[in-house]
């Protein structure tokens, strides 16, 4: 079952869903919008092994934009902090991303019970695009369990920005 904005709202209020910043106008139908954060990751090795560690670099998009190239793609952060004990939370494009061609996540689209931090974003261009810091990117919805909940404590737990894959670490 997922919530309604209403009660996406309602549960922020009793703080079983947290979201830094919460602003009501950002609530659709059935999930609260998510903003473009200033933090850009590239990976730098030219094949990525989930073994090992890979190099990455980290950047700022300019005031002015960061044009994203076709076929491109760049870990970002949210600049929210997002996260529930009570409820699952699953990122999703918002309708007017999709439509310029950019994926937000490219399979990793569920949220553990129990993780707090920023959402990194797996960004794929289908086209050249230009990425803002505070664009309206992606939505989260918060879906409810159904069985015990067991918290997350994993290794992207209070993530503060992109993070890169962290497979060399195992489960």
């Given at each position: 079952?997922?919530?309604?904005?209403?009660?996406?709202?309602?549960?922020?209020?009793?703080?079983?869903?947290?979201?830094?910043?919460?602003?009501?106008?950002?609530l659709?139908?059935?999930?609260?919008?998510?903003?473009?954060?200033?933090?850009?990751?590239?990976?730098?090795?030219?094949?990525?092994?989930?073994?090992?560690?890979?190099?990455?670099?980290?950047?700022?998009?300019?005031?002015?934009?960061?044009?994203?190239?076709?076929?491109?793609?760049?870990?970002?952060?949210?600049?929210?902090?997002?996260?529930?004990?009570?409820?699952?939370?699953?990122?999703?494009?918002?309708?007017?991303?999709?439509?310029?061609?950019?994926?937000?996540?490219?399979?990793?689209?569920?949220?553990?019970?129990g993780?707090?931090?920023?959402?990194?974003?797996?960004?794929y261009?289908?086209?050249?695009?230009?990425?803002?810091?505070?664009?309206?990117?992606?939505?989260?919805?918060?879906?409810?369990?159904?069985?015990?909940?067991?918290?997350?404590?994993?290794?992207?737990?209070?993530?503060?920005?992109p993070?890169?894959?962290?497979?060399?670490?195992?489960?």
């Open positions: 079952m997922i919530l309604t904005g209403n009660e996406i709202a309602r549960e922020v209020s009793l703080r079983r869903i947290k979201i830094s910043g919460f602003n009501p106008a950002r659709s139908t059935n999930s609260y919008d998510l903003s473009l954060g200033s933090t850009l990751l590239k990976y730098t090795e030219d094949v990525l092994d989930p073994r090992v560690e890979n190099s990455y670099s980290t950047f700022q998009i300019e005031p002015d934009g960061y044009r994203m190239r076709k076929n491109d793609f760049l870990l970002a952060e949210s600049r929210e902090y997002v996260g529930s004990d009570h409820y699952v939370p699953i990122i999703h494009a918002k309708s007017g991303t999709a439509r310029l061609g950019l994926f937000v996540h490219v399979t990793a689209d569920l949220i553990d019970i993780s707090y931090g920023k959402i990194t974003f797996q960004l261009s289908t086209l050249p695009v230009m990425l803002r810091p505070d664009w309206l990117i992606a939505q989260v919805s918060f879906w409810v369990p159904k069985g015990d909940i067991e918290l997350y404590d994993g290794k992207y737990n209070g993530s503060e920005g993070v890169a894959s962290r497979a060399y670490l195992g489960k």
